[in-house]
Each structure stands twice: as structure tokens, then as C-alpha cells.
């Protein structure tokens, strides 16, 4: 099996400003090595996506919290669960009236997934698990244009350079063509903190 070291282009003491949820998955793609999930939704308002994550937006206020995310300049509005796997009925559901992209890496294994939703139905999906082998890639339905770009352009730098997993790369790189989002590089935007109001927060409002 193929492993690389990843890179964060972050570095903590450039984001002074930024929201604690941000600054986790910093630590965990810097220095932990990512795992994660984000979800990119096109098609609901911000308080409609996070209303199916039920999720309150509290800003750039203080909070340990493995939610953040944002509106992306692509149009899409982002989503990131730290630590977490997300699950195909999770996906469905959310993307029920819209478009969503759902994202996993967890670099422990080197194991990388993308795959596109629309109207709770899935499109597509590619996925990379170093464990099937170095070159292993699973494509079920019919990927976004640029998928084969994408990949023909990182099994040719596997082939020639080796010594690196740049076949995990692809489903990650795949995501960041379509929706300008990618967890190992600095964001084009500030993130918001995100939290689940627990049930009196609810009832109350507050």
C-alpha cells in the first residue's frame, strides 16, 4: 500500500479570525491526518440545509463544535463533519428537492469517496480504498464532465512518479472541479461554526 504525507496549505497563525470549526479540521488534516465529511448543497436556501442537518449557524462565535462551512463563491453551500463517515441514506435524505455532492477521506487508510445526488436519488459515485490495492477506483453511474480528466491525469503522475497515493486523489480532486471545495487547501472562504441546539434550545428558541 502507498501512502504520502498530505500538505494543509493552512497555517493556524494566518487565521486568527477563524471560526473554532475551522481550525479543527485544520488540526485534523495538518496534523492528525483527515478524516472527514462535507457536503456541498446547490438548490435550498443556507437555513433549509442546515434545517436537514439540524444544525443552528452561531457564527464566528466560540465553540467546540465539529460542524462548519459556508457559502462556497461556486454557488454551493458547504457543509463539514469532522469525524464522520456520511451514509448513503444520509445523503438521500438531504438531497431530496436539490443537488448535493458528499465527500469522505479518511487518511489513516487512505481511503477517498465522492458521489453526487439529486432529488434523493444517487447519480454517481467514485471511490478509492487503498486497501482493494494501489490502483484501485470503483465508478458506478455516470460522473460529472472532468471526471476523466481528472482521473487520467492522476494515474499518469501514478505511474510515473510513484511512491505516492495519487489515485485517492481523484474522487477529492473530482470534488474541487465541481463545487471549488477542497479540505487540504486554504478555503476561499471564513467559516461559520455550526452546532446541534440541544432540546431545550429547541423549545425555546434560544
Known amino acids: 500500500m502507498l501512502f504520502r504525507s498530505r500538505h494543509a496549505a493552512w497555517q493556524f497563525g494566518s487565521h486568527r479570525g477563524a471560526a473554532i470549526g475551522e481550525l479543527i479540521v485544520i488540526a485534523i488534516t495538518k496534523h492528525m ?9 446547490r438548490g435550498k ?18 465553540c467546540k463544535t465539529p460542524f462548519c462551512g459556508g ?16 451514509a448513503n441514506d444520509e445523503a438521500r435524505r438531504l438531497s431530496r428537492g436539490c443537488e448535493v455532492i458528499a465527500c469522505f477521506v479518511e ?3 487512505m481511503l477517498s469517496s465522492a458521489s453526487g445526488w ?3 436519488e444517487q447519480i454517481w459515485s467514485v471511490t478509492h480504498d487503498a486497501q482493494e490495492g494501489d490502483g484501485h477506483l470503483e465508478v458506478k ?11 487520467d491525469h492522476l494515474t499518469k503522475q501514478q505511474e510515473e512518479e510513484g511512491g505516492a497515493d495519487f489515485i485517492f486523489d481523484i474522487p477529492v480532486a473530482l470534488v ?6 477542497r479540505h487540504d487547501e486554504r478555503p476561499a472562504i471564513t467559516f ?12 425555546f428558541g434560544r
Not at 33 to 41: D, I, T
Not at 45 to 62: D, I, R, S
Open 192 to 203: 461559520d461554526n455550526f452546532v446541534k441546539p440541544t432540546f431545550f434550545q429547541r423549545v
Open 176 to 181: 474541487k472541479e465541481i463545487t471549488g471545495y
Open 107 to 109: 487518511e489513516h487508510v
Open 71 to 86: 457559502a462556497l463563491p461556486s454557488g454551493w453551500y458547504l457543509v463539514i463533519h469532522g469525524r464522520h463517515e456520511f
Open 33 to 41: 491526518g483527515a478524516s472527514l465529511s462535507w457536503f456541498a448543497v
Open 118 to 120: 439529486k432529488d434523493g
Open 141 to 151: 453511474g455516470e460522473p460529472p464532465e472532468g471526471f476523466a480528466a481528472v482521473r
Open 45 to 62: 436556501t443556507p437555513e433549509a440545509v442546515l434545517q436537514g442537518f439540524g444544525l443552528k449557524n452561531v457564527g464566528k462565535e466560540y
